[in-house]
């Protein structure tokens, strides 16, 4: 997949981001818990929606907690139905 934007950390906001210009950002914010980080909703505005830029964000946000040796617990449903997707991803799902 090609990278079109860089991600950002963004503490103050609980959410990794990109800039997609004209003060526009896509996102997916998180909930910072003791063993894992909920990941809760992923956002890209509406007049860039259909470019690919939600599933570039998840590789994107996934590469950088997997980096970070984190786990995750998805409650976003494009998240989960895009980790079920790429079951690759699955050994970073916290599970109880």
């Known amino acids: ?48 929606e259909g470019q690919g830029i939600a599933a570039e964000l998840t590789v994107d946000v996934l590469e950088e907690l997997k980096r970070q040796k984190r786990k995750i617990i998805p409650h976003c449903s494009y998240i989960i139905r895009w980790i079920e997707r790429h079951p690759e991803w699955q050994g970073m799902w916290y599970k109880e």
């Open 1 to 48: 997949m090609e990278k079109r934007y860089e991600l950002k950390h963004n503490p103050a906001e609980h959410r990794y981001e990109f800039d997609l210009g004209n003060g526009a950002k896509a996102f997916i914010t998180y909930i910072e818990g003791p063993d894992a980080l909920f990941l809760t909703h992923t956002i890209v505005p509406e007049e860039y």
